[in-house]
């Protein structure tokens, strides 16, 4: 079974600053998607980024981009510019090509400092 | 379209109760996912459907819950007998076959 761990359960940056999420999970798939997912306070959960693992260029969605490292089996996502609505729970999931189901990781709180 | 709907966004019922909830999820998307969801926890899987079929469902999942597709559109999941410990926000999702979930807000459920 796929696990998928966030080994930061909290992490802080000053606007304007830049901040990276860990993420690691494990599969002995060769074939599968990762994403991270934002939930503000509150709110719904909305994706942030995705990758496919077939794809050794590292995605990129305005000040967010993720460093993957499909051997290492890390998937870390980078927030440059950091802003106060950039503030939420943010968690990383894990889907292979075969199950279709979704794992998702324990979360990271990130809070953003004025 | 507007997006994954779910009702009610809030339900407090006491111990022993029945509960259902109620997803429409985005009408092009052919699969949809029930998750729960604690406190500073990360979405846990529930179970799912492709259309009306429901493909996997989590070992986790006690025989007091039970969802359903009619006709591959919304879908219902029901808890019977509720119990402290069902008491969670439960997530629904949806997506195309092979794209990203997209998430409802939430039901959540408070069990006195």
């Known amino acids: 079974a796929q696990t998928v761990t966030q080994s930061q359960p909290e992490m802080s940056v000053q606007e304007a600053e830049t901040v990276t999420l860990s993420c690691t999970y494990d599969?002995?798939?060769?074939?599968?998607?990762l994403f991270w997912y934002k939930q503000p306070p509150s709110r719904q959960m909305i994706l942030v980024i995705r990758?496919?693992?077939?794809?050794?260029q590292n995605a990129t969605e305005n000040r967010f981009s993720v460093n993957f490292q499909k051997a290492a089996k890390s998937f870390s996502l980078k927030i440059s510019d950091s802003q106060l609505g950039d503030a939420a729970m943010y968690f990383c999931?894990?889907?292979?090509?075969?199950?279709?189901?979704?794992?998702f990781g324990p979360g990271t709180r990130l809070s953003v400092l004025p | 379209d507007t997006g994954v709907s779910q009702n009610p966004r809030h339900k407090i019922t006491k111990r022993g109760q029945n509960v259902t909830f109620r997803c429409d999820p985005i009408?092009?998307?052919?699969?949809l996912y029930w998750y729960r969801q604690t406190l500073g926890q990360g979405p846990e899987f529930l179970t799912y459907?492709?259309?009306?079929?429901?493909?996997?469902k989590s070992r986790l999942l006690s025989d007091r819950f039970s969802a359903e597709r009619p006709k591959g559109s919304f879908s219902t999941l029901e808890i019977q007998r509720t119990e402290q410990g069902d008491s969670a926000m439960y997530l629904c999702?949806?997506?195309?076959?092979?794209?990203?979930?997209?998430f409802g807000e939430g039901s959540r459920l408070t069990v006195l």
């Open positions: 999931a894990f889907r292979d090509n075969y199950g279709q189901n979704f794992v």
């Open positions: 990758q496919e693992a077939y794809k050794q």
């Open positions: 599969t002995s798939e060769s074939d599968y998607y």
């Open positions: 009408s092009e998307h052919n699969r």
């Open positions: 999702a949806s997506s195309q076959s092979t794209g990203e979930l997209f």
């Open positions: 459907f492709q259309n009306e079929a429901q493909l996997e």
